[in-house]
Every structure is written in C-alpha cells, then in structure tokens.
C-alpha cells in the first residue's frame, strides 16, 4: 500500500463503512475460478490495512453465477448502488473494478454516484476517488476498455461461429431422431422406435394436414413420442411421453427434418429489464440455410409444403379462412365459399333456428375492413342440402374410389400405430433384459448395489408388463374399430355412397372432407335466386339455381289453413273455444306451438277478422241494456230470465260476457205470481265449453 493510497483515504472515509463486491460470472466460474474468488476476497485485508475495521467490511457476493452484462438481474450490484447512493459507504472494494459492471450505462451510474458522495474506490491498482477528475478519466477509461475488451472476445467468438455456421460445419444441439456419429456427421438416430415415431408424425400431418389433428391421432392411439433431455443430471437420455401440440409444429418447423443445416432462424434482443426475448426472422434473413447437407426424414420439397399448410391453416383463424382444412361445425362449404359478388372467400356464421344450429355463408370481409355494410349473407341449410344432392346425384363413380381410399388408409393407420406400439413393449423388454443382466453381474455380497439394481429390475419388470397390457388392450380396441361386422359396413358404404353420406353417424367432418376430395370452390350469388357455380376437382363445372328461402318472420306466419278455421270458428265460438278446437285438432302455430286465447285473438285482429261480438252484434242480437229496455224490465231481471230459459244470449268472451236474441213477436212478459222454471221457453243446454254455448251468468 503506497502513501498515496494512504493521502486519498481521510477520517470522513473511514467513518463510513467499506463494501467488498465479490462476483463471477458463471456458476462453472464459481466453483473452477477459486483463484479469482480467493483474490476478491484478499481484497478485505487492504480494505483493513486501510484503516477500515474487519467488522465494518461488508460483502456482498450475491451476484456470483449471475453474468455482467446487465446488472438487471443483479441483486448485489443494485444494492452497492443504494448504499453508496445513501452515503453508507466509504469505499468500494472489488476486484479489476471496472468489471464491476460490464455494461458501461451501469458503470458510469455508479462512478457518478461514488462522485457525489465522496465514496473511494479500490481495486488490485490502487485507491481512486472518483470525485477527482483524474481518477475519474482513469476509471471511466478503465470501464470503456473492459467494454470493448467483452466486445472484441465476442465478435472474435462470433465470428468463429459464423463462418462455420455458414460453411454448415457448426456442431450445434441437434433435435431429437438426429444424432452426430463418431466422425462428427448427422444421422438419423439408430434407434428404430425414435424413427418410426417421427416418420409417423409426419405422415400424419400429410394425411390430415393440421397439427391438432396429429396430436388427436397420436393421443387417440396412444403413441408416445421421444424427447431428448437438454440438461441436467440426465442429459441426453430419451424419454418418451405424449405428443403436444406445440411439439409437433416445432418438428414441422425445424429444417433439420428434412437434412437442411440452418442458423440465425432466432435473433436475440435484450429488453430494458435485462431479460432477453427470442424473435423469428423471416426465412430470407437467417444467417445461413443449406438444404440436403445431410439425411432427413422428409424431403426439401416435403418441408415447404408442409409449411405452406401451416401457414394456411394459420390464415384461416384469422381474417379469412381461406382453403381452410375441415373443421366441426355443419357448414359444408366451409372454406370453400367464394362470394360471386366481390370475388373473396365467404366465412361461415353460425346461427340457432328452431334449436338447429344452421349456417350462413356471409360475405363480410370487406364490410368489416372499412366498415361499409356486409356483401352478401346467404342462408346456408338449403345450399348444403342442394350440395349433398348434388353429389349424391354425379358423383357415384368417384365416391366409390374416395370410400374404398378411406377404408384403405383406416387399416393402414391401424396397421402403422400397432407396429409403433409393439415396438414400445419391445424397448420394455429390452430395457427389463438390461436391468436383469446388470443385476445378475453385480456381486451379491455387495448387497448396497445389488439391492438398488434388484429394485431396478423390478421397476422394468412393472413396466413391460404394463406396456405389454397397454399394448394388448390398445389391439383389441383397434380391432372392435375394424371389427367384421363394422369392415362389412364399411364395404357396403364403399360401394353405397349415398348411404355413407346419409348415416347419420358419419361425422360431419367426414362430409366436408370427401367434398372436399371432389370440389375445388362453390361460387354463390343471391339476387332473385341463389345460383351456385360449382367447380369439381380436374375443372368440370355446374350451376344449380335455388329459390331463396322464407324470411324468418315468414317461417313463423301462421298458416292460412289456421286462419280460415279461425274465422268460420268465430262465428259460434269464444276465442278461448276457438283456441281448444285447433289444439284438440292438432293444428299449431307458424312458431309450432299450441293456441291460447291471447293467440287466437292476435291472428285474428293481424288478418283483420271480424271480432266476434261483431258478429253476434250484425246477427242482430242486443245487449242486456237494449233488452231490458225493450221489454221495459230491469237488468238483473234479464239475468233472470235468461237463467231461466225466457231468453236466448250468446256469450261473445271468455268472461261469460253476452249479446242477446231478439225476443221475437212474443216477447215474454211480466208475471206476477207465475213459477219461472213453468216458463221456460228454450231448452237447457248443459255447459260444454267446446260446443256452443249459452252464457253462463
Ligand atoms: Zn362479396
């Protein structure tokens, strides 16, 4: 320690405390790099050979195994700032300190804030006191070079990679079905079952052509797929688990697949919380892309096409489902609607008639893009019936073939699956053979080895036989699928296409697909009609014209039928009355449900019928007032009489409420003395609710 170091220190230093910053990098540096470690915290005895009491000298090491670059991410160094920043320290201690923090934003700060609080600094050089503008260049000098030193070693490392990467040399990870050989070459793993697995998860995709659909094949069979552990105690070992989603783009997306050495498909960006984001660069950019560099399992051709389907498949969530791969859903023509009108793909909207999902085929694209109304909507039940019919009606030939080719392509995926499961019952048994043998060679007296590997050996025991059970069973299921009477079913239907279309146990899917197999696209236009131009597969073309189909309002109207009967009803008939008949008679309204008084009385008043007081009115029939009057008695005396049969009255509601009958040229008159039940002049009809009646009150 020289007298300089000795004149920089003062008693305001001293009377703050000394931060020792101990760091390294990796956690490899952490446990290789015990030097280094040992000379960091060397550094405490000069903090005390300074005058700083060992007790005062405080460490912080919480940043080992964390890289420089950034001190986001580093709890230490955040803290030296604040306590320098709060005037806690005196001096900062650490080793080469502009490494203190390879970012040079960091390094300033922290120059910056030792400036304005007088806090010293040290290093294996010597003491600065940042607050000195010679100290200050010096360090800040010190921190650039540490920069570009980092800088230098990487582009130098970088550049290395490169130009191998570009040559196709670079020995990078490889994904899981490729391995290197003893000279450093790419092959297709050895190992059969991990082959098998990946040739079948492309053929799947060829067939299906959707990533869920494969993950459904897969998961249906219970196949199993191989991964290859990246880290930890384990790595490189295989292991094998159920097929994910986001697996199989991966392997769809990786040109490894298909022999092609690529690089710079990510580039790596640092965020302004340190973290680092990962983004994809279009193709054209990757720093290199060499097809046929060695063996794959589908070609170069294969690869782009397959990422053609990806892509479609990808459009079709999104604004428009162009050529789209059949969904669920009953549109037929979904994905191959195309707007006769503006020319682009129709989408299909759903709607509930009547408790029965049914499409539209709606023109809206272009509406929803400037917010102009919709081209076209275009109810879709009666177009997919007249499509069924369609084909049903040309197509007989080629239905056959396209029914015989899923029949075929059925038991070969069976066939395919069986052989991939058998060989995951014989790695079971491989693996149980493996376990016996080590157990066999081991000493038994050395009963600590003996036993774990006992114990090893019957785990794969368990296994085999599970997989074997598995297996097993998996085949008694496949063959219920296939059995001789569903195999018969499917021949008949081969040869029966109507029928396989009409089954109402074919999936609609199934539908869409084998239209899909026949049509190219469905042109529809609706003006006065509905025409559809439809276009086959290899350019023969049809057009169909069909009526547009009712309004809903006009679906609901009720029958004319209904109506008649209403008004030749209310002539002898209460509303109510009315209501009863037709339900009796099993007539129901346009919505198809049964009458009520409400109903029958909007009906009439919609089609203008005469009111049925109305009528009773123009018959010539008076109120109780107009009676009474008439034969000058009182109003309740004309209930009376009515009651007893002196007077005819006709009820014209529900409410018993009635217009009477003339009395004609004999009225009944008045009779003190005389019996009412003796005068009784029209017969008692008894009260039935559904025949005419007499009013009640
Ligand atoms: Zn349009």
């Not at 960091?40 to 000298?57: N, S």
């Not at 710079?264 to 965020?271: M, W």
């Not at 009967?565 to 309204?589: C, F, K, M, P, Q």
Request: positive net charge; aromatic residues 6%.
């Amino acid at each position: 320690m020289n007298a300089e170091a000795h004149q920089k220190v003062r008693a305001s230093h001293l009377q703050r405390d000394a931060y020792l910053y101990v760091r390294q990098s990796t956690m490899r540096q952490v446990f290789e790099n015990t030097e280094s470690t040992k000379r960091q915290y060397a550094l405490r005895e000069r903090g005390v050979a300074l005058g700083w009491p060992v007790e005062r000298v405080h460490v912080i090491d919480s940043d080992q195994g964390q890289s420089g670059a950034s001190a986001a991410d580093r709890a230490g160094f955040q803290r030296l700032v604040a306590e320098v920043g709060m005037g806690k320290a005196g001096i900062v201690l650490g080793l080469e300190v502009s490494r203190l923090a390879r970012n040079s934003t960091d390094w300033h700060r922290l120059l910056e804030i030792c400036a304005l609080t007088d806090t010293l600094i040290l290093d294996e050089d010597g003491v600065y006191n940042p607050a000195d503008f010679n100290d200050r260049l010096l360090l800040g000098l010190k921190g650039t070079m540490s920069e570009a030193e980092l800088h230098v070693l990487r582009s130098r490392l970088r550049g290395g990679i490169l130009s191998q990467a570009r040559r196709g040399e670079l020995r990078s990870p490889l994904p899981v079905g490729l391995v290197y050989d003893s000279h450093g070459q790419v092959i297709l793993d050895p190992d059969q079952q991990v082959q098998e697995s990946l040739r079948q998860l492309f053929r799947t995709f060829q067939r299906t052509g959707s990533a869920r659909a494969t993950v459904q094949s897969f998961r249906a069979a219970r196949l199993l797929f191989p991964r290859r552990v990246r880290t930890g105690p384990h790595r490189g070992e295989l292991c094998w688990g159920p097929l994910g989603h986001w697996r199989v783009l991966q392997v769809l997306h990786n040109p490894r697949y298909a022999g092609a050495f690529f690089f710079g498909r990510l580039r790596t960006r640092q965020r302004p919380d340190g973290k680092i984001t990962y983004e994809k660069r279009p193709r054209e950019q990757w720093l290199s892309l060499l097809p046929d560099t060695h063996p794959g399992y589908i070609s170069w051709p294969q690869y782009e096409e397959n990422q053609k389907r990806l892509l479609d498949s990808a459009q079709s969530h999104g604004q428009d489902r162009r050529k789209s791969p059949p969904r669920e859903g009953p549109a037929l023509l979904q994905g191959l609607a195309l707007c006769g009108v503006c020319g682009t793909r129709m989408t299909v909207r759903y709607h509930t008639r009547r408790g029965e999902v049914s499409p539209d085929y709606v023109c809206q694209r272009q509406g929803i893009e400037t917010g102009s109304p919709i081209c076209q909507a275009i109810y879709g039940a009666g177009i997919d019936a007249a499509m069924g019919a369609l084909l049903l009606e040309s197509m007989t030939p080629v239905a056959l073939e396209v029914a015989l080719q899923v029949q075929q392509e059925l038991q070969s995926r069976l066939d395919e699956a069986d052989r991939l499961r058998h060989q995951q019952v014989e790695r079971a048994r491989y693996e149980a053979e493996l376990a016996r043998r080590r157990y066999l060679q081991v000493d038994p007296d050395h009963r600590l080895v003996a036993d774990t590997l006992e114990a090893d050996w019957n785990e794969k025991l368990r296994a085999l036989t599970d997989a074997q059970e598995q297996y097993e069973k998996q085949r008694a299921a496949d063959a219920a699928v296939l059995g001789d009477e569903q195999r018969a079913r499917i021949l008949a239907l081969a040869t029966d296409f109507p029928r396989l279309w009409r089954d109402p146990k074919t999936p609609q899917r199934e539908r869409k697909r084998m239209l899909r197999l026949m049509l190219e696209d469905v042109t529809l236009i609706k003006a006065e009609q509905i025409t559809l131009h439809v276009r086959f597969k290899g350019g023969a073309s049809q057009s169909l014209t069909l009526p547009i189909p009712p309004r809903a309002w006009q679906l609901r109207q009720t029958s004319a039928q209904v109506v008649a009967e209403i008004d030749r009803l209310l002539d002898h008939h209460t509303t109510g009355e009315i209501a009863t008949l037709l339900n009796r008679r099993g007539l129901v309204s346009g919505e198809g449900k049964r009458f009520n008084v409400s109903m029958v009385q909007r009906i009439s008043r919609d089609h203008g019928l005469k009111s049925r007081p109305q009528r009773l009115r123009d018959a010539g029939l008076l109120t109780r007032q107009e009676i009474a009057e008439r034969l000058g008695i009182a109003l309740q005396t004309v209930k009376h009489w009515r009651a007893h049969g002196l007077l005819r009255a006709h009820a014209y509601n529900d409410k018993g409420e009635c217009l009477y009958e003339h009395p004609g040229d004999t009225p009944p008159l008045k009779k003190q003395g005389s019996k009412l039940s003796k005068r009784r002049r029209f017969p008692e009809v008894p009260s039935n609710r559904t025949e005419e009646v007499q009013c009640e009150t």
